[in-house]
Each structure stands twice: as C-alpha cells, then as structure tokens.
C-alpha cells in the first residue's frame, strides 16, 4: 500500500521560509517522479514542483520558479520542497504526488498547511 506522508507545514511571516518533506513508502521509491501541489479552498489543486526518479530533472510553475526547490533523497525514500521568499499568496494545503503508470493511478498524501502570513 503506497503511503506519502507531508510534514513541514505551519505558519510563517512573508519573506520567511519553510522546508516540506515527504516521507513514501510502499513503493520502489527510486523508481517514481514525485510531485509537489497545493490547494486553496474553491480553487482547484495545482501544480507545484516535480522531479524526476533520479533527481536529474525538475520542473516548476512559474509561480514558484526562483523561489521553490524540489529535491529528494532516494536513500531515505523522502522528497523535499525548500520554499523561500514566501508570499501571502503561497498559503496553501500542499500535498505530495506520485503517479504509477502501471496501474494508472495517481498517489496522494493527505497534505500539509502553510500559512503565510503577518
């Protein structure tokens, strides 16, 4: 059974920064692109951050570009979203993403909160 686990969130004046984890397991970790979205309320979930199974390419929204960095360690099976320069408008659900393409099914973790705010 395939479990993502988002940690890190909380509240935190604009300008600040915060670090994300995501913990997986049930799952060949090394294997899987992992993703990072975030969700406010009446607005859709959207895309935040990816990188790809061995690290070697990412991806971000042009929301975040310059700001957001996603990484990961396949040896402790946890990916990261380091977010700097936070603005009020990066307050959020963020949640953890991974996507099998054998059984065509997208993976969830139930998310984390960050507020940005004075």
């Known amino acids: 059974q395939v479990q993502l686990v988002e940690s890190g969130g909380g509240l935190v004046q604009p300008g600040g920064s915060l670090r994300l984890s995501c913990a997986a397991s049930g799952l060949a970790f090394s294997s899987y692109a992992m993703s990072w979205y975030r969700q406010t309320p009446g607005k859709e979930r959207e895309f935040v951050a990816r990188v790809s199974s061995t690290g070697g390419s990412l991806n971000y929204a042009d929301s975040v570009k310059g700001r957001f960095t996603i990484s990961r360690d396949n040896a402790k099976n946890t990916v990261y979203l380091q977010m700097d320069s936070l603005k009020p408008e990066d307050t959020a659900v963020y949640y953890c993403?991974?996507?099998?393409?054998?059984?065509?099914?997208?993976?969830w973790g139930k998310g984390t909160l960050v507020t940005v705010s004075t």
């Open positions: 993403n991974t996507y099998s393409w054998t059984y065509n099914l997208h993976y």
